[in-house]
């Protein structure tokens, strides 16, 4: 599903989730579209949401029921991967800004939070390999620190969820505890490194016995 495809009628399997396809969209367009006072830098909570919508880009599956635990939302999110690097566009710059949000409603709830969390570990390695990132966000909120103000959470949603996106230069500090995603990094961004991200890069690669790009 699409935005735009809430201002229609929706097809029968799909009506049972309109409410929290709709709690999505509006927290995209009030939230991740807007600059946050706590975020700790200019511009809008994620840089890139506006420009998905915009491109139509934005899409978003519903998973319902309760998984039994990670290793459930992992398989069914696996799939997604390839789904995504062969949905259009592939190339230009709209594939940039293409994203897809995978719901899971009945995850709502602190007890359930570490299913959505420790998903995203087991599915990240598996992503960064193929220049993609997958994050998670629930109404916990997440423990991940946001970047430029570590007193901010900025992966609560209303729905808990996992989304999908190309990787991109400023994703070093996602990646820069982990040799692998440092490699995988290093082989898609290692000669257009972000200047305020040079001396963290410089700093894996040495870990890596690596040159430094």
Known sequence: MAPEDLDGILPEPVRSSEEPLRAIVDWARRYLCRPHPELGRKGDVCPFTEGAMARHTFYMAVC??????????????????????????????A????????LFPELAGPDLHPIIDDAQRMLKQAYVSRGLMVGEFHDGPPDKAGLWNSTFRPLRSPV?????????????????????????????????????????????????????P
Do not use: C, N
């Open 64 to 93: 319902r029921g309760v998984p039994s635990g990670a290793d459930e939302v992992a398989a069914t999110v696996a799939h997604y991967r390839d789904w995504f690097i062969d949905l259009e566009p592939t190339r230009g710059p």
């Open 160 to 212: 808990p969820l996992l989304a999908i996106r190309h990787m991109v230069p400023t994703d070093f500090p996602f990646l820069s505890l982990d040799d692998e995603h440092v490699t995988a990094y290093l082989r898609l961004f290692g000669d257009r490194v972000p200047t305020h991200l040079q001396p963290q890069v410089a700093a894996a690669t040495a870990r890596l016995g690596k040159a430094v």
């Open 95 to 102: 594939a940039q800004f293409k994203t897809i949000l995978i």
